[in-house]
């Protein structure tokens, strides 16, 4: 490289966040940490503990659990291959031979994914490597061995040398597989979780729409009680036998089934009233809840190609996302906001209508137990969520503010999906909040304001005096008190400018005559007003304005 080239190259270079990415800084972090208090305060007097989940997991926790049809699975996770360690570093030319006997012997193992690209990809590479003849000192290098090293290099390339790995798109996949994990089927039931952190997607970025964002999610799993479990009662009808003794006998008597779909209606409606109550606290505006039925195995895939059927019969009025949706997944055609394809979806057969009957009792369980709980909803028979494992219950909850990408809130019921985990059969009910759109809306609102600036600012002048000032701050913040403490003297005029600028509420006026008095001025700033306290008594003057939020 030229001595130019070089110095180009150290030229200092300024950085920007990532496209999709953004810093939070003060005052707004404020408001952020104001939400997850209000949320870890809410939902702990709801019985969820918090669970703190790794950012990243295996691709194939995500391609279960969302399903590889999806856009979130399909195109927008963040993935890499976590080459693996035992590998070491790149070979050179001579190294290759033992280079690619580690990557067999890890392919055998399992260490290296035995798929068949990887199988492919190895026994090129080994072929190549059998005709490499550029390490024979007396021949000159051909262009053949150039080719096969190139090969033995684009091959090494090709392979996965390790397992995939996904920044998490979202965390209720995570949840299940720590469920599972760690055996929480052992504890008393239901398992109550909640989680707050960043979840990334390489989505196009529009105002309330980033790369990586925040949910604050919660989940409520509970492992389900084979039938064979139930109560005796529980399993057949009782009944009298020929001598007299009580049996049972039968079929499962209906009104268990019928108590199961009540407590899940009942665990939804807490669900949602949580939510409501955490917006509520936070006086968010505008607040709207969807609710809706989805369907559940039985009653689902039959509605589903009813729906088919008829989007076959309009396929050429739809446009092509749509059209294409008819044979992937025909429920997101009713997600279409095309305005020229709106009056034909409000002529398709509606889920409401097609639902079984455990389901439609269950639906109509989940609205009485939201009235139960003035939980204010809207149905909304359009309202499918694009994650393949919901069933039954999915809502939304919109807010003020956010334009087209108003959706604050979205969740719904997943029973089965922990069993697709490998676990055993489980019911499952969540949501995930989006941080960012519930605090963008809270700002448009004007309930996103928080308090910034500082209680206290210590105007001192000459050194005894910045003893004394140091001890004030020292027992100000012990009490609780944000104190700004001038790190060198300022005279008084400018020191009260400084507090000005920083919002603060008090100028603490410490000077020789304060210090040998033993009396300190404390100066209001909003109204200018001055007083002289003793220490002890300035403390609590203070502490009684703090009570009266003056
Ligand atoms: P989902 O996990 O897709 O059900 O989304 C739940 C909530 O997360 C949505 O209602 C949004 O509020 C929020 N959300 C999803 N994707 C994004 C994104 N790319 N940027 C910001 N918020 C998002």
């Not at 993935?79 to 693996?84: N, P």
């Not at 597989?177 to 990334?200: D, I, S, T």
């Not at 028979?381 to 919901?390: E, F, H, T």
Request: aromatic share 8%; hydrophobic share 40%.
């Amino acid at each position: 490289m030229s001595e130019g080239a070089a110095k180009k190259e150290e030229k200092p270079r300024k950085f920007q966040a990532v496209r999709g990415t953004r810093d939070l800084f003060p005052p707004e972090t404020e408001l952020w940490n104001r939400v997850e208090r209000a949320a870890h305060e809410v939902f702990a007097t709801f019985g969820f503990g918090e669970i703190r989940l790794p950012i990243f997991e295996p691709t194939e926790l995500f391609a279960r659990s969302i399903g590889e049809e999806t856009d979130v699975v399909s195109k927008e996770m963040y993935t890499f291959v976590d080459r693996t360690e035992k590998l070491g570093p790149e070979p050179k030319i001579g190294a290759f031979g033992i280079f690619i006997e580690k990557v067999r012997e890890l392919y055998r193992s399992g260490e290296i994914p035995q798929t068949g690209g990887n199988q492919l990809a190895l026994e090129h590479m080994e072929s190549a490597w059998k005709k490499f003849n550029g390490l024979s000192p007396d021949v000159a290098i051909s262009l053949e061995d150039l080719d096969n090293a190139y090969q033995m290099t684009a091959y090494m390339d090709a392979m996965r040398l390790g397992i995939e790995i996904s920044l998490r798109p979202e965390a209720t996949a995570s949840v299940c597989r720590a469920y599972v994990e760690h055996g929480m089927q052992a504890l008393p039931q239901p398992v109550k979780l909640y989680y707050m952190g960043p979840m990334f997607r390489r989505e196009r970025p529009q105002k309330g729409r980033y790369r990586q964002f925040y949910q604050i999610g919660a989940e409520v799993l509970e492992k389900e009680v084979a039938s064979g479990e139930w109560p005796l009662e529980a399993r057949g009808k009782r009944v009298a036998s020929k001598e007299g003794k009580e049996v049972t006998s039968g079929p499962p008597q209906a009104g268990v089934a019928s108590k199961e779909l009540a407590k899940d209606a009942a665990v939804d409606a807490e669900v949602i009233e949580m939510v409501i109550a955490f917006f509520d606290r936070l006086e968010l505006q505008g607040v709207q809840l969807d609710i809706n039925s989805i369907g559940d195995r039985n009653c689902r895939p039959k509605y589903i190609e009813l729906l088919r059927a008829e989007l076959l019969k309009v396929k050429d009025k739809l446009g092509l996302d749509s059209q294409r949706r008819i044979e992937t997944n025909p429920l997101r055609v009713l997600d279409s906001k095309l305005e020229s394809e709106q009056g034909i979806i409000a002529t398709l057969p509606r889920i409401g209508d097609h639902l079984c009957e455990e389901c439609a009792t269950h639906y109509a369980a989940v609205k009485h137990q939201l009235e139960m709980r003035g939980v204010i909803y809207r149905e909304n028979w359009r309202l499918v969520r694009g994650l393949d494992y919901y069933m039954r219950t999915t809502f939304e909850i919109t807010a003020k503010g956010l334009g087209s990408q108003n959706a604050v809130c979205g969740g719904g019921r997943y029973d089965g999906l922990v069993e697709l985990l490998g676990g055993p059969p489980t019911k499952g009910i969540g949501f995930a909040i989006g941080e960012d759109r519930l605090i963008l809306s809270l700002q448009e609102s004007g309930k996103g304001v928080v308090a910034t600036g500082r209680d206290v600012y210590i105007a001192w002048m000459g050194e005894r005096a910045h003893a004394t000032a140091i001890r004030a701050a020292k027992d100000l913040r012990k009490a609780g008190f944000s104190v700004e403490l001038p790190p060198v003297e300022q005279k008084f005029g400018k020191a009260l400018g400084q507090a000005d600028k920083l919002g603060a509420k008090y100028a603490l006026i410490l000077g020789d005559n304060e210090v040998s008095e033993g009396l300190w001025t404390l100066k209001t700033l909003a109204d200018g007003s001055q007083a002289k306290y003793t220490e002890p008594d300035l403390l609590e003057h203070l502490s009684k304005q703090r009570a009266l939020k003056l």
